[in-house]
Nanobody, 123 residues
Framework: QVQLVESGGGLVQPGGSLRLSCAAS????????MGWYRQAPGKQRELVAG???????NYAGPVKGRFTTSRDNAKNTVYLQMNSLKPEDAAVYYC?????????????????WGQGTQVTVSS
């Protein structure tokens, strides 16, 4: 079992910044890719940023140049630094991890999700 807990959401003015954190815990053998997704009301969940175990990153077009994701493998934590926030960035942000656990017989890869953290951008 792997638990993911996001934190750092809140209310900011347009142009402001927030840093989201996602900490993974549990019987983790390894965490491979991690990512941030967001879902606005009435919209589908979409990928915001991803990061591999080696630190390679990719970003959705609307956030390129404004958001930065990073990870601390020793802490099993991934971060999303969000700068120059726009109203259209408002959403619930979810952490995702592609992790492998040991079940006593096999290593088991699976996909895990956090509970989400609300980001509101308003004047």
């Amino acid at each position: 079992q792997v638990q993911l807990v996001e934190s750092g959401g809140g209310l900011v003015q347009p142009g402001g910044s927030l840093r989201l954190s996602c900490a993974a815990s549990g019987s983790i053998f390894s965490i491979n890719a991690m990512g941030w997704y967001r879902q606005a009301p009435g919209k589908q969940r979409e990928l915001v940023a991803g990061i591999t175990s080696g630190g390679s990153t990719n970003y959705a077009g609307p956030v390129k140049g404004r958001f930065t994701t990073s990870r601390d493998n020793a802490k099993n934590t991934v971060y999303l630094q969000m700068n120059s926030l726009k109203p259209e960035d408002a959403a619930v942000y979810y952490c995702n991890a592609d992790a492998t656990t040991w079940n006593g017989r096999y290593y088991v890869p699976d996909d895990y999700w956090g509970q989400g953290t609300q980001v509101t951008v308003s004047s």
